[in-house]
């Protein structure tokens, strides 16, 4: 039978960047024992007030379906948030709600990329923008960024990188897998150079509010200037562990909204309305479980690090946000990915090879921060027993 270009697009996309955490399941599931480090799933349940909230609106008959763009009380919700992140007035004609960010950032795609079109990247990048970059017929182009300037990016190397055929600049701030934080000055250069070449920006800020010591989270829409080319895609995913609710956002201006809400329609027909309803209720409120949650995440990446000290020849660096901890290995002679294989077979600790996030992320492994501490410093050990063996 024929399928169309996209599935063979698709096809086999990714799933050998998962290969070692998939060996890692089908050995604990066989009864072994082993840390798993390997995927950025919050540890922490959701707020019960939250799970209160969703039972309350389902039992109050909100089940039926929702305005396509999203609810009134969701889109007033995001409306408050964003006007006052911004300090401008943001409307709620400027959201879509959708099922995740992994949706916001695929409607973004399909509404800016036409067959050869190509989206830059800092390389190395989240696992999935390979595929929704795939999807609508785009061309990748990764900009390797140094480790050893904490992976952010430079404009300099952003601008050797675009040509005629260059439409969007995707950003992942903080990062996942690196735990970089655009600063507001590296944002102003960025954003000149993609006005310059009148680059759309599509921001995906899933952990925006996962940032650690002084950092401080900065975004091309709060810049007045860059916000008509930016499209910011979120979720409560992270920000409040809730990543099977599948409650997410695009905010952008109103024009990219009434461009991409044919798109997202066409695909959903609207999101459920109680789920809506909790996200509004989500971020409105204050939770203590979720200030807990991101003090947690700091104390472990803070473990992982000093526990890392004791080796010679691995390392790492404090994330400035995100769930996520980049180790070092170069220094053993192996790539991130031979070091993760003989970690999960000699040592019983699961990680991601950094190369799995593409070749800037070569020699590393990206370590979860969503185990407890006295399992993060036990990792430590072995991976740090590891690297003297070599
Ligand atoms: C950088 C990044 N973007 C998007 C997603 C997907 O988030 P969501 O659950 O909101 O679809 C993830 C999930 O791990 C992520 O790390």
Redesign the pocket.
């Known amino acids: 039978m024929k399928f169309a270009k996209v599935c063979g697009r698709l096809e086999g996309l990714g799933s050998e960047k998962w290969a070692i955490h998939l060996e890692g399941r089908k050995r604990a599931a066989s009864g072994e024992s082993l840390i798993f480090l390997s995927i950025?799933e919050p540890d922490a349940p959701p707020p019960t007030a939250v799970l209160d909230m969703v039972n309350d609106r389902m039992r109050a008959g909100r089940t039926r379906y929702a305005a396509g763009r999203g609810e009134p009380e969701v889109l007033n919700a995001l409306a408050r948030l964003y006007t006052e992140r911004t300090g401008r007035t943001v409307s709620t004609r400027q959201f879509i709600f959708l099922?995740?960010?992994?949706?916001?950032?695929f409607a973004a795609m399909l509404s800016l990329v036409d067959e050869g079109d190509e989206v830059l990247m800092a390389d190395p990048y989240?696992a999935?923008y390979e595929g929704v970059i795939a999807a609508a017929g785009g061309v990748t182009v990764p900009v390797r960024v140094d480790p050893d300037h904490g992976f952010h990016l430079k404009a300099s190397d952003l601008e050797k990188a675009i040509t005629p055929r260059s439409r969007v600049l995707l950003m992942?701030t903080p990062?996942?897998p690196t735990g970089a934080v655009f600063t507001r000055s590296e944002i102003e250069k960025i954003g000149k150079l993609c006005d310059k070449h009148d680059l759309w920006i599509v921001s995906?800020e899933?952990?925006a509010t996962l940032t650690y010591g002084n950092t401080v989270f900065a975004s091309p829409f709060d810049v007045a200037e860059f916000e008509k080319r930016t499209v910011v895609?979120?979720?409560?995913?992270?920000s409040h562990a809730m990543?099977g609710f599948?409650c997410?956002w695009i905010a952008a201006s109103e024009e990219f909204c009434d461009h991409a809400a044919p798109v997202t329609e066409t695909m959903l027909f609207g999101s459920q309305p109680f789920l809506e309803d909790a996200t509004a209720f989500a971020i409105d409120n204050h939770f203590p479980e979720i200030d807990a949650m991101k003090q947690s995440y700091e104390r472990r990446a803070r473990a992982l690090v000093a526990g890392l000290k004791q080796s010679r020849t691995v390392s790492a660096r404090m994330p400035e946000g995100g769930?996520f901890v980049m180790v070092d290995v170069r220094k053993t002679g192996l790539s991130g990915e031979d070091f993760a294989r003989r970690l999960l077979a000699e040592e019983a600790v699961v990680t991601m090879p950094g190369e799995s996030f593409g070749a800037g992320g070569a020699g590393h492994l990206r370590v979860a921060l969503t185990v407890d501490e006295d399992e993060i410093s036990e990792a430590c050990k072995r991976i740090a027993r590891l690297a003297e063996r070599l």
């Not at 099922?99 to 950032?105: D, V």
């Not at 895609?233 to 992270?238: A, E, G, H, L, T």
């Open positions: 950025g099922p995740g960010t992994q949706t916001a950032l989240y999935t992942n990062s996942n995906d899933v952990y895609v979120s979720s409560i995913s992270k990543p599948r997410g769930m």
